[in-house]
């Protein structure tokens, strides 16, 4: 009797655990997110630039900043498209340079893009098979990194197009 | 009846090894079992080595360079896993984490196994 | 109009069974030994009840009235009128409705067809059955009500996936429902039976044919979903171990090993609390895949939208009825006559009690891989995948022993059998089996020794189950689902073992060599279909000495929405399939061709409908 006493609290507890952990798990947000490239440090780059040719460290490029914006675009990404203004707004800022990272692009597309669209980079750097995206952690387009150059950590992440609420993050972040 | 079947059977088993399509050297290339082993990530449920987006295309080239370059399939699953996390890797590595996901089916089976060969053998013979 | 019909309808559902409920309570509790007619007729007016639900739903989708949210969201004008009825049960609220109806159904079959049986176990199945009927049905009326209005009226709909434009995928979710609802019903019958401590042989003889039935039904639907996977993906497999194909194989192992416990219970009286335990587990997993899949809890492709609510309240709901069916479990003791209710070690009980315990390993093996990633992301907060080099590592090796004491196992007697009956003949075709698997691996440059033991151990299964076809002491139907299973086996280890394949960029006019076929990138053309372009690619594949056969896999762009799928060509024979799939590389002119050599693919098919035919022979002999 005892015996049988047992197995049923036994049985009762582990029901009860597994549904609350599933309880649990579906409040958790499913999508998938690499917030763990969060505070992790950026890794340098070392490309060629879209105008000049000239291949370019990234970390030379951004030394007396405080803060870098990369973003990585694609002239045949048409999400780019909508978030441009919004890079164009944040290239006013005084303080951080903003570095366009073309991704898996063809030049003469790439500099027409930009011509029609305005320019908001400091720089363009070329990622031509896309490896550097897969140093930064990236697997899409468009992307965009807030990167802290004193202690060369990322601190944003953001995936997808900007808009409005995320560029008044940005700001914020920027002017703190 | 029985040499009729054993006949048949055997026969199938000779037109397996006559067919020489069936048969022909299946070698598969490092790139192809490394990516077929990887999700990609911006796909629904395929592996890199299926998908043709650029992603998945990047990826594939990466390996492609990283193998020329000495890498071992472990490095190349390990700098991946640095950069996307362990969620890009289809076999989940046996690690302190993953240890009861491994080990908890077997140790069922096990249980399992003594229950059996106590209802057919212990209890059977103390009663009988 | 229709939509208020419609919903109306369901509201009196829940009156009915609140009702039901009610009055067969009353009558368990006075001891009743007589049976009132009158629940046929409730159940029946029930039933009638949410099928005319069910049809205005029907009919809405088929009039394409968008005043409807759910015929909003999931059709439109121009779909064929197939798709717009198959269109009723392909979004979460038909989906569930069609549950509804089925869970109902099922309880109506039942009374009539247990006049036989014991009035306070029907009466008791009835509650029981009801209970989750009236879960099905609030569930519907708060959370997920197919006849919601919208206003104002749009001029046409928002679905038109062409993905789920196909036959296989049309009916593969009423197939694969009502082999779930039928686990409710085995559910409820078998709590019915622990309470009115009835639980024996002629309880088995009754219950059987229903788990014949939804085994049936199961096995159908999951093979149609497997089916849809390999023609319409176009990436030539047929099991991802995707979460969702997980969620109805869990219930189908569970149930093929309750299918076998069940004979034990009818023949001899034994694994009672067993039987009633897989009963119960059965239908917590079909519950629970309904669960997983709509509650955002789980990344898959399959899943539908996501709701939290919806997720919570069956969550909630599963959570009380399992607590329900652990609670009648221990409350009601199921006595056993015999003391010595054990098994000799060599006898088909025993043999059976082994079957279970490999198909309650591989079941733990798919519940734990599906499960882990969620619960360690809960504690840890870290996200890990588990996929197909998982389930093949901890299964594929025990399907080795698996397979031998399936060639055994069948052919002993009840009771007890003697060691002569594994004869010495069979043990020489053992070791033939072996010699000959390691000619084909050594031959053919698979150089595993695993293999070589995986694939003699199938072939030992299928030489012992072909010959079992013409014995004539064993019965006819588990003779053709054992030999069915092994044939599944034989084909799906050969086309794992044996499929080839070559992935590769070309433009028109290029070729390709590949073992002996030499394939052609002929020419491309567009075409403009009702609601799509294409563009068909021409490939033309010449093996020495055969006439080149033709391929037009096709690159399909769909406008609304804008999508762009690739249909591979198939050619299928009885030895290989060939596949070919193309698709467009952003350059545009160069495309990512994959041909495919695939052995055996036919006799999946083949043997997964003779499994379920030699079900269906089970069911029709008693």
Redesign the interface.
Same mark, same amino acid.
């Given at each position: 009797m005892k015996f049988k006493k047992l197995n049923l609290v036994l049985i009762l507890l582990i029901t009860i655990l597994v549904f609350f952990a599933l309880y649990l798990g579906m409040k958790k947000q499913n999508l998938y997110t690499t917030d763990h490239i969060v505070n992790k440090k950026m890794p340098n780059l070392i490309s060629t630039e879209l105008f000049t040719g000239e291949e370019t460290n990234l970390s030379e490029l951004v030394a007396k900043e405080k803060f870098t914006i990369l973003n990585i675009w694609a002239s045949w990404c048409a999400p780019c498209r909508s978030e441009h203004k919004h890079l164009i707004t944040l290239s006013s800022n005084n303080n951080s340079k903003i570095v366009g990272l073309n991704y898996k692009d063809k030049i003469e597309n790439a500099k027409s893009f930009i011509s029609e669209l305005g320019n908001p980079y400091d720089h363009i750097l070329l990622d031509k098979k896309g490896f550097i995206s897969i140093d930064i952690g990236a697997y899409g387009v468009p992307e965009t990194y807030v990167i802290d150059n004193t202690n060369n950590k990322i601190i944003k992440k953001y995936l997808g197009p900007i808009d409005e609420f995320i560029l008044e993050e940005i700001i914020n972040i920027l002017n703190s | 009846? %029985?040499k009729i079947?054993?006949l048949?059977?055997?026969s199938f088993?000779l037109l !397996?090894?006559i +067919? +020489?399509?069936?048969?022909?050297?299946?070698k598969i290339s490092k790139v192809?079992s490394i990516s077929k082993?990887l999700?990609c990530? !911006?796909c629904?449920?395929?592996s890199v080595?299926?998908s043709?987006s &650029?992603?998945a !295309?990047?990826?594939k080239?990466?390996i492609k360079?990283k193998i020329e370059e000495g890498n071992s399939d472990n490095d190349i699953y390990e700098y991946?896993k640095n %950069?996307?996390?362990?969620? !890009?890797?289809? &076999?989940?590595e046996l690690d302190k %984490?993953?240890l009861?996901?491994?080990i908890?089916?077997?140790i069922?089976?096990v249980f399992?196994?003594l229950l059996?060969f106590k %209802?057919?053998?212990i +209890?059977?013979n103390?009663?009988? | 109009m229709i939509n208020q019909l419609g919903y109306y309808s369901l509201v009196f559902c829940v009156l009915f069974s609140l009702f039901i409920i009610t009055k067969s309570t009353r009558a368990i509790i006075s001891k009743n030994s007589k049976f009132d007619g009158i629940y046929y007729n409730l159940v029946f007016l029930q039933l009638f009840l949410v099928l005319f639900s069910f049809f205005c739903l029907v009919f809405n989708f088929i009039v394409s009235d968008f005043s409807n949210v759910t015929v909003y969201n999931n059709s439109h004008t121009s779909k064929p009128l197939f798709y717009k009825i198959s269109g009723v049960w392909g979004n979460h609220e038909g989906s569930l409705l069609l549950w509804l109806l089925v869970l109902i159904l099922f309880l109506f079959l039942f009374i009539l067809n247990s006049k036989k049986s014991e009035n306070g176990y029907k009466l008791l199945t009835i509650v029981f059955q009801e209970v989750i009927i009236l879960g099905f049905l609030l569930f519907i009326i708060f959370t997920s009500n197919p006849f919601e209005y919208l206003f104002p009226t749009p001029t046409e709909g928002l679905g038109l996936n062409p993905i789920l434009q196909d036959p296989a995928l049309a009916i593969h979710p009423p197939i694969l429902y009502l082999g779930y609802v039928g686990t409710s019903l085995v559910f409820s019958s078998s709590l019915a039976a622990t309470v009115n401590k009835s639980i024996n042989s002629d309880w088995a003889k009754h219950i059987k044919k229903w788990i014949f039935a939804s085994w049936i039904f199961l096995t159908l639907g999951i093979m149609l979903g497997s089916i849809w996977a390999y023609y319409e993906l176009g990436w030539g497999g047929f099991w991802f171990w995707d979460p969702v194909e997980n969620v109805s194989l869990m219930p189908w192992l569970c149930l093929t090993a309750l299918l076998h416990s069940v004979l034990v219970l009818e023949k001899r009286n034994s694994l009672k609390n067993w039987t009633v335990i897989l009963s119960i587990a059965t239908f917590a997993l079909s519950m629970s895949g309904t669960f997983l899949v709509r509650s955002g809890i789980l990344n898959s492709i399959h899943t539908f939208a996501n709701d939290p609510s919806r997720g919570l309240f069956i969550l909630i709901f599963l959570f009380i009825l399992i607590l329900l069916a652990i609670i009648i479990y221990f409350s009601f003791e199921i006595k056993n006559p015999n003391p010595s209710n054990n098994f000799f070690w060599l006898s088909k009980e025993t043999a059976v009690l082994i079957n279970n315990w490999f198909m309650m390993y591989f079941l733990s093996v798919v519940l734990i891989g599906t499960l882990y990633p969620i619960f360690l992301e809960v504690i840890s907060n870290e996200k890990i995948s588990v996929g197909a080099p998982f389930y093949h590592k901890l299964m594929v090796p025990f399907l080795i022993p698996f397979f031998i004491f399936m060639s055994i196992g069948p052919r002993l007697k009840w009771i007890k059998d003697k060691f002569t009956k594994i004869n010495y003949y069979q043990i020489l075709i053992l070791i033939l089996s072996l010699v000959i698997s390691y000619l084909i691996v050594e031959y053919s440059g698979v150089k595993y020794l695993f293999s070589t033991i995986l694939i003699s151990t199938s072939i030992f299964l299928f030489y012992s189950s072909a010959s079992d076809l013409v014995k004539k002491n064993i019965q006819f139907p588990q003779k053709i689902s054992h030999f069915a299973f092994s044939l599944l086996i034989i084909s799906i280890l050969v086309n794992g073992i044996y499929s080839k394949e070559i992935n590769s960029n070309m433009k028109v006019g290029d070729n390709l060599t590949f073992m002996n076929k030499k394939i052609e990138f002929k020419s491309i053309n567009f075409e403009k279909q009702d609601n799509y372009n294409l563009l068909r690619g021409h490939f033309e594949i010449t093996e020495e000495g055969k006439i080149p056969i033709n391929f037009q896999p096709e690159i399909r762009i769909y406008d609304q929405p804008v999508i762009s799928t690739s249909e591979a060509d198939i050619k299928t024979n009885l030895l290989n399939d060939n596949f070919i799939v193309f698709s467009l590389l952003k350059e545009g002119e160069v495309f990512n061709v994959r041909y495919q050599q695939k052995p055996f693919m036919i006799w999946i098919w083949i043997s997964l409908i003779m499994l379920a035919f030699g079900g269906s022979l089970a069911l029709i002999k008693k």
């Open positions: - | 009846m %029985k079947f054993t048949i059977t055997f088993l !397996i090894l +067919n +020489n399509s069936v048969l022909a050297d299946n192809d082993n999700r990530l !911006i629904q449920g395929q080595y299926d043709q &650029e992603f !295309i990047s990826v080239d990466l360079k991946l %950069k996307y996390g362990d969620w !890009i890797m289809y &076999e989940p %984490k993953t009861l996901l491994w908890l089916p077997l069922l089976f399992g196994g059996i %209802k057919a053998f +209890n059977y103390k009663n009988v | -």
